[in-house]
Nanobody
Framework: QVQLVESGGGLVQAGGSLRLSCVASGRISSITDMGWYRQLPGAQRELVATITSGGSTKYADSVKGRFTISRENTKNAMYLQMNSLKPEDTAVYYC?????????WGQGTQVTVSS
């Protein structure tokens, strides 16, 4: 089992920045890929960015060049640096981790970008 706790969401003006954090606890040595997803009310959860245990990253086209995912294994943490935020980035952001091919999710953190 893995527990994931996100933090760092909030309200920011368009063009601003936020940094999301996700701290993992539990069977952290077995975690492989991690990622950030986001979801609007009534919509499907969508991928924002992923990072492998080796540090390889992947981004949704909509955030490339603006968001940076990183991982600090010594602190069991993952981050999402979000720059040049747009109103369309408004969503609940979820931390995700895979343990033995099973996905685990955090509780989500709200990001609201005002125009």
């Amino acid at each position: 089992q893995v527990q994931l706790v996100e933090s760092g969401g909030g309200l920011v003006q368009a063009g601003g920045s936020l940094r999301l954090s996700c701290v993992a606890s539990g069977r952290i040595s077995s975690i492989t890929d991690m990622g950030w997803y986001r979801q609007l009310p009534g919509a499907q959860r969508e991928l924002v960015a992923t990072i492998t245990s080796g540090g390889s990253t992947k981004y949704a086209d909509s955030v490339k060049g603006r968001f940076t995912i990183s991982r600090e294994n010594t602190k069991n943490a993952m981050y999402l640096q979000m720059n040049s935020l747009k109103p369309e980035d408004t969503a609940v952001y979820y931390c995700n981790a895979y343990l033995l091919l099973l996905p685990y999710w955090g509780q989500g953190t709200q990001v609201t970008v005002s125009s």
